[in-house]
């Protein structure tokens, strides 16, 4: 069953939306769920790179990759091409320790992408708040930029997450609980410290969403929202009278997807995803659309 609720909060942060991609007149309208067979690219570059947990696609360089560990590392984010040979590198940044980092999203393009990383995980629902830094993108081997944070509650008791996307039309903030009920939660665009409001749900296990119900990643872009479990990976088309929310509250396509040790990472890109499970030198694996 999936349910919607409409609600508004205070700001402090205004994103920029990232502009849609549309069709000309020309062309041939985009399938957005046909995405062929998974490459494998390479290994991860980094053996420091261990616990991979957030993954997503630079919006100022095409194929280059930010990352971030699981709880217990430093408050660093590694960069690197999507090619497992090329460049990499590590960008500390000025904030606190992490308590669990899990997700990380990306909202805007050009100089006016900002990088949000999620420090959601709650393993035992007992955090009485989470956290959600953001900071302009960076660039590899310049300083880090400033970081703001966001301090934010759920309306009904604590949760678990692992799984964050900034809504490309409207610029919201979904987070998708790892949870039973599998719970999606929105902080509205411009964004403040507060409280979530949560706006709809996942039913998985039926013909539509098969599989465990662990949301592990998300993402959105182009026209679509994929969210990913530790054993599958489904698209929700975005309607053109709505945006994130109204995707997830409709119809999934099935995405292909390599088994992974532990996947909980995806990142969409204009026309393919990356995911790369947890692991040490874990491979990293592409689909793309034909």
């Known amino acids: 069953m999936i349910f919607l609720l409409l609600a508004c909060t205070r700001a402090d942060v205004d994103p920029e939306p990232l502009a849609e991609s549309t069709p000309t007149q020309d062309s041939e309208p985009v399938d957005p769920c046909a995405f062929t067979g998974v490459t494998t690219l390479g290994d991860l570059p980094d053996p420091e790179l261990s616990e991979l947990s957030g993954l997503v696609e630079s919006r100022r360089t095409p194929g280059l990759l930010w990352a971030h560990n699981d709880s217990g590392d430093s408050a660093r984010l590694f960069w ?107 902080l509205p665009s411009p964004w403040t410290s507060g409280t979530l409001e949560q706006v709809g749900a996942l039913s998985f ?10 949301v592990t990643g998300a993402d959105a872009r182009d026209g679509l929202v994929v969210v990913r479990t530790y054993t599958h990976i489904f698209g929700f088309p975005i309607p053109t009278d709505g945006g994130a929310v109204e995707a997830l509250a409709g119809s999934a396509c099935e995405l ?3 088994p992974e040790t532990q996947g909980e990472s995806i990142a969409l890109g204009e026309g393919r995803y990356w995911t790369i499970s947890e692991g040490v030198s874990a491979p990293i694996h592409r689909a793309e659309r034909p």
């Open 256 to 258: 292909p997807v390599e």
């Open 80 to 186: 690197m091409e999507e090619e497992a040979s090329g460049a990499h590198g590590i960008i500390d940044l000025t904030i606190e320790d992490p308590i669990d980092w899990e997700d990380i999203a990306i909202s805007g393009a050009g100089e006016d992408t900002l990088l949000l990383i999620g420090d959601i995980g709650d393993n035992k629902a007992k955090r009485e708040f989470v956290l959600v830094h953001v900071l302009p993108e960076p660039v590899p081997g310049e300083p880090a930029p400033s970081v703001q944070t966001l301090t934010l509650q759920y309306p009904d008791g604590a949760r678990d997450a692992e799984a964050m996307l900034v809504d490309p039309v409207t610029g919201d903030l979904l987070i998708l609980a790892k949870s039973a009920d599998s719970e999606i939660y929105r």
């Open 205 to 214: 296990g039926d013909d539509g969403l098969p599989g465990g119900n662990r």
